[in-house]
């Protein structure tokens, strides 16, 4: 596609469910990043695939947050008993090579309420 | 650890009225620092590598520059389309990038 898509772009959900969040990013592109942002803050690093295999998941939290990208293409986060300290903005983005700029899609908004 | 300090955390400018933001970092090896814009309700998007202390890049009214501890986004008579939140971000060893909180642009017609 043109862009990085994200779904869903609003995600409700309550205390103690699983979510999954999904993350088609450019087509080609290689390596793809999830990063979490929460209100005033920067982008938090999360997790980077480069083709299927996660390279980098040192940012993820614990192990409620996993990751995968079974084909190189499509990944989807998926978030275990969540709490209410998981409410972010997950932002996922993809970059043909690795080293240069990414391209961020418009991610998706968790409320754990 | 690599941190990045933007200042200041919120600018206010009218129309034309040129000034520049800053990021102060500290990296084990700097492998690139990188400015995003970040428009409410979306995802950041690229402006601007830079890799070694005196590099300058430029896109329209944008300049960034950089020495051995900070950058500075220089905007030259900015219009109210250039507001936005304004992130930069440091890659060092490995391929994550570590963000500011960012400054948040207003210019006011």
């Known amino acids: 596609g043109a862009g990085v898509s994200q779904t869903p772009s609003n995600k409700v959900t309550e205390k103690g469910k699983y979510v999954e969040l999904r993350c088609d990013p450019i087509s080609g592109h290689t390596a793809l990043y999830w990063y979490r942002q929460s209100l005033g803050q920067g982008p938090e690093f999360l997790i980077y695939f480069q083709g299927t295999g996660a390279a980098d998941d040192s940012g993820l939290p614990n192990d409620r947050f996993f990751a995968v990208r079974p084909e190189g293409s499509v990944s989807t986060l998926k978030i275990q008993r969540t709490e209410r300290g998981d409410s972010a903005v997950y932002l996922c983005a993809s970059s043909l090579t690795r080293g240069e700029g990414y391209t961020f899609g418009s991610g998706t908004r968790l409320t754990v309420v | 650890e690599d941190q990045v300090t933007q200042s200041p955390e919120a600018l206010r400018l009218q129309e034309g009225e040129s000034s520049s933001l800053n990021c102060s970092y500290t990296?084990?090896?700097?492998?690139?620092l990188f400015w995003y814009r970040q428009d409410p309700g979306k995802g950041p998007e690229f402006l601007f590598t830079?890799?070694?202390a005196g590099e300058e890049k430029e896109k329209e009214r944008l300049k960034a520059t950089l020495t051995k501890k900070e950058s500075f986004l220089h905007i030259t008579a900015p219009k109210p389309e250039d507001s936005a939140t304004y992130l930069c971000a440091v890659r060092s060893g490995s391929e994550k990038l570590v963000f500011g909180k960012g400054t948040k642009l207003t210019v006011n017609p």
């Open positions: 990296v084990s090896g700097l492998r690139g």
């Open positions: 830079l890799y070694s």
